[in-house]
């Protein structure tokens, strides 16, 4: 199993460019999720899944869109990036049910928007 | 707004030592405490995790202890060890919302061999 992966590892865009990172995971887990990691302020999650065909805002979502039209997949789109969007972004998973359950995470993509 | 504090941002701790991480969270619906370990280059990893019915779970060097009236927990490393050096983060989950985390700053661990 490879778990949680994410396409790309990196990205340089420029301002006002976008793009679409790409996050897999063959677990068959029903949540997926999707955060930034910025220096002094932890994770914070930009939207979720609860499952294919289905998405929802979380605490940082403005200038991101998500797509799950697979169970697998959970895609997140930059339609015009701006510098404050340079971040670190993990996409995470977990298996429905189970108050308990895990959250994977995935390698990470780090973004640069000059 | 910030829900989860977490504190020392950074700890420089001898090996052999014991390193303390601190966490205070807001929402008492929170019912799920896990706290994160991420290398560099690296995603966060589950190291270990806490219900609020207990008051302390012990998994090998790592200790979780709970504290529900005010709303405080902490991570223990017993015998740490320069292998601890990464950065750790406290979260919280509640049920619903997918059971999405809320996860403190974050504290950067280093351990001098």
């Known amino acids: 199993n490879a778990g949680v992966t994410q396409t790309p590892k990196f990205r340089v865009l420029k301002t006002g460019q976008s793009m679409t990172l790409l996050c897999a995971q063959d677990?068959?887990?029903?949540?997926m999720y999707w955060y930034r990691q910025d220096p002094g302020m932890g994770l914070r999650l930009i939207h979720y899944?609860?499952?294919?065909?289905?998405?929802a805002k979380g605490e940082v979502p403005d200038g991101y869109n998500v797509s799950r039209l697979k169970k697998q997949n959970f895609l997140l789109g930059l339609e015009s990036a701006a510098p404050s969007q340079t971040s670190v972004y993990f996409c995470?998973?977990?298996?429905?049910?189970?108050?308990?359950?895990?959250?994977?995470f995935g390698p990470g993509t780090r973004l640069t928007v000059l | 707004q910030q829900q989860v504090k977490q504190s020392p941002q950074s700890l420089i701790v001898q090996k052999g030592g014991i390193s303390i991480i601190n966490c205070a969270y807001e929402?008492?619906?929170?019912?799920?405490f896990p706290w994160y370990q991420q290398f560099p280059g690296k995603g966060p990893a589950l190291l270990i995790a806490?219900?609020?019915?207990?008051s302390e779970k012990k998994e090998g060097r790592f200790t979780i202890s709970f504290n529900k009236s005010a709303k405080q927990f902490s991570l223990h490393i017993m015998d740490s060890q320069p292998g601890d050096s990464a950065t750790y983060f406290c979260?919280?989950?509640?049920?619903?919302?997918?059971?999405?985390?809320?996860f403190g700053s974050g504290t950067q661990l280093t351990v001098l061999p």
């Open positions: 995470a998973s977990r298996l429905l049910g189970g108050t308990y359950n895990e959250q994977f």
């Open positions: 677990m068959n887990h029903e949540y």
């Open positions: 899944s609860v499952g294919e065909g289905t998405t």
């Open positions: 929402n008492t619906a929170f019912d799920y």
């Open positions: 806490i219900r609020p019915d207990v």
């Open positions: 979260a919280a989950s509640r049920s619903g919302s997918a059971r999405q985390l809320t």
